[in-house]
């Protein structure tokens, strides 16, 4: 499997390379780094995180894959300055997922709320996500959080089989691995 298979494919955001490069003709990084701080807020990925009945809706397989690829380093290095936007929208939780921020639920939703001292991370159970959380990552970094029992069957086996490609242990192997929240 070619390794830019791991991660979600990268908008074609062509530039002429003249336009990143100083006058003696090196890399301007200060040009690169306000194109990709562009790039990024531009092509940021945003889903709703509701239906319209108030159901939530999960992130696409293909966002959870990507997250798992970069959090447990499924590829290397080149492929993943090759594809720099990651989703934003999923966590996978292999532990017990966190409590809401608001009651003693699971949350499924981490999320920045404002509050009188300030903007401050928050994890909310669906509940108390609905009237806070319209879009999973662009504009406000809301991330859903799933817990690994959680991803599709066929993500677990393809993760795993990578696991053992690197000579580490199974992640989803028996239902959970030892592996520490990412």
């Known amino acids: 499997m070619d390794q830019c298979e791991w991660l979600l494919p990268q908008p074609d955001v062509a530039i002429p390379s003249s336009g990143l490069l100083a006058p003696d003709g090196s890399l301007d990084k200060e040009a690169l780094a306000a194109f990709v701080g562009f790039a990024a807020e531009e092509l940021a990925v945003s889903l709703p995180a509701f239906s319209d009945n108030g159901t939530p809706l999960l992130p696409p ?80 970094g809301t991330v859903c959080l799933l817990h690994a029992r959680d991803v599709p069957a066929q993500i677990q086996h393809r993760v795993d089989v990578r696991l053992v490609e690197l000579g580490r242990d199974r992640m989803f192997a028996k239902g959970e691995s030892s592996a520490e929240n990412a």
Do not use: N, W
């Open 61 to 140: 397989e293909r966002h959870v894959l990507d997250y798992l690829a970069r959090a447990y380093d499924l590829v290397d290095e080149d492929t993943q300055i090759d594809y720099p936007f990651a989703a934003g929208t999923a966590r996978v939780v292999t532990g017990d997922l966190p409590e809401c921020s608001f009651c003693e639920e699971p949350a499924r939703y981490d999320h920045i709320v404002t509050t009188t001292s300030g903007d401050a991370r928050a994890f909310l159970c669906v509940a108390h996500a609905r009237p806070l959380v319209t879009h999973l990552g662009a504009p406000d």
